[in-house]
């Protein structure tokens, strides 16, 4: 038994995966959005699109504050995937919402107030207890080095996303 | 069991438990998602016609070599050629070594495909950026192109997407359709574009550095494949770095080719050999969803220590 327990008390000391280096920054995110709000999601419906083989979601957010562009009161936001009587669909890496759910949404426009997401669950961040966390942790795509001053799509303070939104205080 | 083999087995399964390591799988409310057949067919998308993708695996590729890179990378997760035999599940390609299909249609059709998208829609679409198919996002599958004004492509720094279609009262997956971001090259040939990625199935070295280049590797088709073939069977992403299912790929990754630990838990506790399927109930009951590679490793661990101290004069039946 000696080998195995030395293993097991070995093994325990190493930490576990570390977080990844991320190409994409919120920077570079406002700059290629039409623009960032901060709202909480109102309601949701799903509906086939036009090829009828695709679900898309179109969610309602009540915008409390705009941080970059124009964006009315109350924005519609189009997602892949949802639900649609027995049938749902899934496309991964895209964002997911809940009703009364807090959001900062990085929004480029569609047609009128219709957006979408920018850089799918990316460009989503959910607001609570004061941080912002994006729609998938850790999520990036290849790693690579971000510009000097510029901090990747992570977990971080909200009050932070807003002014590296805004440009710096 | 060997004395060198138990030691073998219960060194696996602590290091399972002691890294956290453990596999997600796919939810929608409180199901679980999976195949309910263990046969589930797929296509491969021609990518040498009109809208093809080329230069997928290097210049001049014929289909052969294409369609069994992908057949390697989903027998990754099945027992085809002695991988698992904890498993049953079997994914196949119905268009066998040499057949593509044309179609590059996606989303809900009872039809998985694996598609190479050939690079940008603003580029592929006659019309360019303004052709009518933007309007109401089908110039991916008319095109075959990555529609990043599209909500379901989005972005430009994607790699891959799978769409999975399903029951949403069970769970059970009904389609799901893989899509590669791969790059045009008339859009430019050094590495990396700004649009797409060049997908390679060579060696593992040297790193590419044009679009188009032989005998080198970049976006690695198998490791790709291997990982979107998860999502297919209802896994998701998780956090251990040495995973099939870890979310990020560098040009040059090949570690997904091979299923780590959690992976093969995974597959093996959801689709098990002569076993029913692991579900999570249906969305108007609770959830039976929460079986992590972390406990079950550890359970493993003591069900080997314990059998260990019972061996002499035990008869198992495991």
């Known amino acids: 038994m000696r080998v195995p327990l030395a293993l097991l008390l070995l093994l325990a000391a190493i930490p576990a995966a570390a977080a990844v280096a991320a190409p994409v920054t919120v920077e570079n995110l406002a700059r290629e959005a039409d623009a960032v709000v901060r709202g909480k999601v109102q309601r949701r419906v799903s509906r086939w699109g036009e090829d009828q083989r695709h679900i898309f979601t179109f969610v309602t957010v009540r915008v409390g504050a705009v941080w970059r562009g124009n964006a009315p009161e109350r924005v519609t936001v189009r997602v892949p995937g949802g639900e649609v009587g027995e049938i749902g669909q899934k496309t991964d890496a895209a964002p997911e919402f809940e009703d009364g759910e807090e959001v900062v949404l990085f929004l480029v426009r569609e047609d009128g107030d219709t957006f979408r997401v920018h850089g799918l669950a990316l460009g989503k961040f959910q607001v609570k207890k004061g941080e912002a966390r994006p729609g998938l942790d850790r999520f990036t795509f290849t790693k690579g080095l971000i510009p000097a001053g510029e901090r990747r799509v992570e977990i971080m303070p909200v009050d932070e996303l807003e002014w590296r939104v805004r440009g710096r205080p | 069991m060997s004395p060198a083999l138990w030691r073998g087995a219960v060194a696996a399964a602590a290091v399972l438990a002691v890294s956290g390591a453990t596999y997600v799988r796919t939810t929608a409310g409180k199901v679980c998602l999976y195949w309910a057949t263990r046969h589930v067919s797929y296509l491969v998308s021609d990518f040498s016609g009109t809208y093809g993708a080329r230069d997928v695996c290097g210049p001049s590729t014929v289909a052969a070599t294409v369609q069994a890179v992908v057949q390697t990378s989903f027998h990754a997760w099945t027992a085809a050629g002695g991988q698992l035999a904890c498993t049953d599940l079997q994914l196949v390609n119905e268009g066998g070594n040499a057949g593509l299909t044309s179609s590059t249609d996606t989303g809900y059709d009872n039809q998985n495909v694996v598609v190479w998208r050939a690079g940008p829609c603003t580029s592929l679409a006659p019309g360019g950026a303004t052709d009518p198919c933007f309007a109401n996002h089908t110039c991916a599958d008319t095109y075959n192109c990555w529609d990043t004004s599209a909500p379901n492509h989005g972005d430009s720094k994607i790699i891959a997407l799978t769409t999975t279609s399903y029951n949403t009262r069970t769970g059970q997956i009904l389609d799901a359709d893989m899509e590669l971001n791969a790059a045009d090259p008339a859009l430019g040939t050094i590495l990396p574009t700004t649009a797409g990625f060049y997908f390679t199935c060579g060696p593992m070295t040297p790193p590419c550095t044009t679009l188009g280049q032989a005998s080198c590797i970049y976006m690695d088709v198998q490791n790709t494949v291997t990982h979107e073939a998860g999502h297919f069977i209802g896994f998701a992403h998780n956090t251990d770095a ?77």
């Open chain 2, 242 to 318: 040495v995973s099939t299912m870890y979310p990020t790929a560098s040009p040059g990754d090949t570690a997904k080719r091979s299923l780590a630990g959690e992976d093969i838990q995974g597959v093996c506790d959801v689709y098990p050999t002569g076993g029913p399927t692991l579900t999570c109930g249906t969305n108007s009951s609770g959830c039976g969803c929460g079986t992590t590679g972390a406990e079950g490793a550890l359970g493993l661990a003591a069900v080997l220590l314990a059998w260990r101290r019972r061996r002499p004069g035990m008869r198992t039946t495991s």
